[in-house]
């Protein structure tokens, strides 16, 4: 499961590495006590902060802009990005980065 998301991020496939994620929120307590995230890179272990975040829709402390981007699952950033009528394809970063530009 590690491999396949460290491989969803090298090849900037971001519907499957949103669904790993999304088979690490529902399935944590197993993640937790069988999956070591020792080796991962900072920036997977933040995305899936991300996403456990967004699992439990709780909110943010503040740090995401009022619309709450950086807690939006992949297809919903894409579907407001369409909605705007921007032509971006890419990371979490690139679609919430084209978003907050064209507020």
Do not use: W, Y
Request: proline share 1%; net charge negative; glycine share 6%.
């Amino acid at each position: 499961m590690m491999d396949l998301l460290l491989d969803a991020d090298a090849m900037n496939c971001a519907l499957l590495k949103e669904a790993v994620m999304d088979f690490i929120i529902q399935n944590k307590a197993d993640v937790i006590s069988k999956v070591s995230f020792k080796d991962v890179p900072g920036e997977i272990v933040t995305d899936v902060l991300v996403a456990v975040t967004r699992g439990e829709k709780s909110g943010t402390d503040g740090a995401c802009d009022k619309d709450q981007l950086c807690t939006m699952g992949i297809t919903d950033l894409r579907r407001k990005v369409h909605e705007k009528g921007l032509e971006i394809d890419g990371s979490r970063e690139a679609l919430i980065a084209a978003l907050n530009r064209n507020t």
